[in-house]
Structures are given as C-alpha cells and as structure tokens.
C-alpha cells in the first residue's frame, strides 16, 4: 500500500470513528427504550390525531429507533401538559409533546395558573403556522376593512376570556373597528352554524386551516367573506384581503401585535422539558423534520386533512417564545388588560 493510500485510508478510518463516536451516545440512550409522546388535548381531537400520526414515523428517524408511546393530557386548555412538562416529566430526552399553543404564552398574558418558564423549554418544531381570518356570512353587508369600522358586526366566541374575544377586542384596539364578541358558542361548528341561521354575523378569529377542512366550499362559493387575516404571515389564497399587521403604523402597536400573534406563529409545536442534554435535543430535532419531510407521512397526513403547509425548525420557535417574552412591559401591561377584557 502506497503511503497516499494508506494517508486516505486512516483519514477515512478517523472520519467513521469521529461520526460513530457523535452518533453513538444517542444511539445507546434511545435503543430499547420507550419513548413517551404527551399530546396536550383530549383523544380524537385535531391535536390527537397530528400526534399520533407523527408518533408512528418518528421513532424511526431518531437514533435507536425507540418505541413511542402516545400519552394524552388534557386540561385547563394545554397547560397541564405544560405544567407536567415542566416540574415532573424526565428530563433526559425520554418525553416529548405536542401543547396547543397558548399556554407556552400564558405565563406573558398574565395567566397566573401558569407556573412555569416557556423560555426554558426545548423547542422542537411544528408542522405548521396558524393565520386567522376575520370572517361573515355572505348576507352581511360587510365587505371591508371600512365596513368593520363604521358598523357593529357581531362575532360569535366561547366566552370573555377566549381566543376569540381577546382577538376581537386586540383588532378593535388597533385598527378602530367594531367587531362585538357574542359569547356562548362552545366550539367552531357552533359558530359557523349561528353564522349559517342569522344569529350572529360571523368569527372574529377562525383559522384559515379551520375553513379549508371543516367548511372547504364556503370562501370559493362566496358564502362567507374573509374581511381581514392575521398572523405571522399572510396567506397567498387570501389575496386582496388586508393583512392586519401591514396595517399597523404605531410602534407600540406593532410590539403588541408582535406578541399577541407569538401563539399563531408556534402553529402546533412539539416540545421537550427543560435540561434535556443538548445532543438529544438536537437528535429529536432533527427527527422531526426528517419526518415532516418523510413522503410516507405526507402522504399519510394528506389523506387524513392534517395541514402540514409550513414547516418550523425548533430554532424558529425558541426565536418567537424569545422574542415574544423580551416585549417592553408597557406593552405587556397593555397585552395583559386587553386578555382581561379592557383595553389602557
């Protein structure tokens, strides 16, 4: 053997040790092992049904190729998951989950049943981001962002403290517009049947995704009207409808909206606890990606409507939940008295 070769051969030989030696480590702590997915809501509901469908491919994209074991953790909307998550799961990569997104903020709107700290948890990614959409039934003579502002439109939602109300009153802060939230509706399909008899004129804040798969002909067959969307980002179906945050001049107003649309911009984000080693939070993420890049599942996510349009890196998330907690607080006071159901 020529000394080039035999240069190129230990070369070759460092570089296997180098990688089996970074792999390794993950290797022996995932093999054999049952991993735990937490899924923040009830069985058979959206988020229920995206994590167990990303719970039969994601083992197999993590070093080891663990079991995965889906767990469901309902409670006081997502944050008992959260609250798990943070004082008593294992911290050493063996649980992962799937929390709605607004409890990793609530702690920022002044929610004082949640008792933990969204900046240190490990962020893994998310399918998808969330667009909200101002929307009416096709007989209310509101056709614009002027309409809202010079009538009254009733908006149905849950109730004072709901993601509805709260957009109702943050939109009519910013942008002087006269939505009215009426409260009683328990779910969406309450609402787009209230819409449907005449009772109320329409949602204050549905999602785009919510539209496309439980009422998909209802914006092509003109309907119902998408007035105004809001979100991270705007969605290209929707041109011609005013995106909020390029409506918005205020500095001040800006920074609220920034923080206020944080949970839209987690989509339906996957976590792991505080003090996970760094390797394995890296190894998790990369296995998710790997699967919201798999055609098996794409293909497996198509058929069951699960959206999976805007796929998030962990990075990208920890971005937004730093961001979001790094609002002055005089926007925050502002961001909680909204929440409240005030606005200072």
């Not at 920022?108 to 949640?114: E, H």
Request: one cysteine or more; hydrophobic letters at 45%.
């Amino acid at each position: 053997m020529t000394l080039i070769r035999r240069s190129i051969c230990i070369a070759l030989l460092v570089t296997a040790w180098a990688a089996s030696a970074a792999a390794g480590p993950i290797d022996a702590f995932y093999k054999g092992k049952t991993v735990t997915f937490l899924v923040g809501g009830s069985a058979g509901g959206g988020y229920d049904i995206l994590g167990r469908a990303i719970a039969r491919y994601i083992g197999h994209h993590i070093p080891g190729d663990p079991s995965i074991v889906v767990q469901n953790m309902p409670g006081a909307g997502g944050m008992v998951a959260m609250d798990y998550l943070f004082h008593t799961a294992e911290h050493d990569g063996s649980v992962i989950a799937l929390v709605e997104n607004g409890p990793p903020l609530a702690p920022l709107f002044g929610v004082k049943q949640a008792r933990y700290d969204a900046t240190k948890f490990n962020w893994l990614g998310t399918p998808s981001v969330e667009t909200a959409v101002a929307l009416v039934w096709h007989t209310v003579p509101v056709n614009s962002l002027a309409d809202l502002k010079s009538r009254t439109t009733t908006m149905g939602a849950s109730g004072t403290n709901s993601t509805q109300a709260f957009y109702t009153r943050l939109v009519d802060a910013v942008l002087g517009t006269k939505m009215k939230a009426i409260n009683g509706y328990k779910g969406l399909n309450d609402t787009f049947l209230a819409m449907e008899r005449g009772e109320i004129d329409g949602s204050p804040s549905v999602f785009y995704s919510a539209i496309t798969s439980t009422r998909p002909h209802w914006l092509p067959d003109h309907l119902a009207k998408a007035i105004l969307q809001y979100g991270p980002q705007p969605v290209k179906d929707l041109a011609g409808v005013p995106f909020v945050p390029d409506l918005i001049t205020v500095p001040d107003d800006k920074l609220l909206l920034q923080a206020a649309f944080a949970p839209l911009a987690l989509g339906r984000p996957l976590v792991m606890p505080p003090g996970v080693p760094a390797e394995r939070v890296a190894a998790m993420r990369q296995a998710l990606a790997d699967t919201l890049a798999d055609p098996t599942f794409l293909a497996d996510a198509k058929n069951i409507k699960l959206v999976v349009n805007a796929p998030q890196t962990g990075q990208q998330l920890q971005d937004v939940i730093d961001h979001a907690y790094a609002t002055p607080p005089r926007v925050v006071d502002r961001l909680r008295a909204l929440n409240e159901g005030v606005d200072r």
